[in-house]
């Protein structure tokens, strides 16, 4: 048989019984308090301290962060503050990656003044540090990286080859550009091989991706852009390179004007 209460407080000391009532006690308000901190936390913390609404988690190197300073104060009118876009305005940079902000930010192409114009190169309004800080806070919202493109041995004759199947239709044959329905084709004169790689990835504007290509391609094309910056004309006027149709054209125009000029000549020594 288990001994009644009584005795059971008979057989302690009295001060051991004093100390067991004081902790158990103590441990009681403990828990109280503990429970009630947890349930009123949210409605307890300061103002100052609670996370505006549609803040973005400044997590990661202080080059994100920098980066992320420097979003928000050029970009974020049109992509708005979280960078997932305006609708109509401007699209979601979560998955862009580094490499589109780089493709864009390097070649001057945003920010723009204007959402509705169409991107064209320009110089940069970053310098270098600021273009990576930026690079690297659009890189960590998630997308592909900046490629890397070696031109050293490619094939020129496989990239004029190439070039000339999927862009020469817009950008001419030896990249001077054209105009297009609503838009610019711009020159590639000063295009760099990197430049290249990245518009084929992105489309930007209305150029189409070609993720088709194998980077041993994009390489080719690359390597071909980059050769027409500085041609040799050999046969003499190259009339701005804008293609053999064209060319033909001033060619027989400007014979059409010497043959004009020939007949007016002989005519006047006739009539004398």
Known sequence: MKPSAPRLERRLPRRLRAALAVGLGAAAVALAVASADSDDAGATAPESQKPAAGTVARTGSPLVERGRDLYVQGCSDCHGF???????????????????????????????????????????????????????????????PVPGIDTAGADLARGRLLFTENCAG????????????????????????????????????????????????????????????????????????????PEGMVAWLLAGAAVLITIRLIGERTTR
């Open 82 to 144: 979280d960078a997932h876009g305006v609708e109509g305005v401007a699209p979601d940079l979560h998955g862009a990656g580094a490499l589109a902000a780089d493709f864009y930010l390097r070649t001057g192409r945003m920010p723009l003044a204007d959402p509705d114009e169409q991107p064209m190169r320009t110089d940069p309004i970053y310098d270098e540090e600021e273009l990576a800080a930026l690079v690297a806070y659009v890189g960590s919202l998630g997308g592909p």
């Open 170 to 245: 817009c950008h001419q044959v030896v990249g001077q550009g054209g105009i297009l329905p609503g838009a610019v084709a711009p020159d590639l004169q000063v295009s760099s091989a990197l430049d290249v790689a990245e518009a084929t990835h992105i489309g930007p504007y209305v150029m189409p991706k070609f993720d088709q290509l194998g980077d041993d391609e994009v390489a080719d094309i690359a390597a071909y852009v980059t050769s027409t910056q500085d041609l040799e004309d050999r046969g003499g006027w190259g009339i701005g390179h804008i293609g053999p149709i």
